[in-house]
């Protein structure tokens, strides 16, 4: 006699399945917004936790750490690019947002960073104007 299958509900395999195709054609994007996700889990990725206003300047200090870790022990060399773009782009949200320059990195380095993002057609416009935005307040270099 064989058994009965067990039935699955197919609303909890939705994330497992979002998840493997984010993954399939962008893990690096895929690691990212899974470093997101668990620091805010209202958000849906790292692109929403970097843009959106109702991140907090805790939040993004937390994620500037986070993705600073990724860039250093990222997989590939794809993931730790995307890091370090993203350590530069919480950096310039939190300048733009919050007024606060979140790192003890030189700013003329920083200022660098945040033109390099703005001329990175790879990314999205979003990031590229919060980064347009942040180099015209880069505080301390002309």
Request: hydrophobic fraction near 45%; proline fraction near 6%; charge should be neutral.
């Amino acid at each position: 006699m064989t058994q009965p299958r067990p039935q699955v509900d197919p609303g909890l395999l939705r994330p497992t399945l979002a998840w493997v195709r984010a993954w399939s054609q962008s893990p690096e994007w895929a690691v990212a917004d899974l470093v997101a996700r668990e620091l805010e889990p209202r958000c849906e990725g790292a692109i929403d936790l970097i843009t959106s206003p109702d991140t907090s300047l805790t939040s993004l200090v937390k994620a500037k750490s986070l993705f600073k870790e990724l860039r250093m022990e990222g997989d590939t060399l794809e993931e730790r690019k995307l890091a370090s773009q993203l350590y530069a782009l919480t950096i310039a949200a939190a300048l733009v947002r919050f007024d606060e320059f979140i790192t003890r990195q030189r700013r003329a380095s920083i200022k660098q960073a945040f033109q390099h993002l703005t001329q990175d057609d790879a990314l999205p416009w979003s990031l590229r104007e919060l980064a347009r935005v942040a180099l015209a307040r880069c505080p301390g270099v002309s």
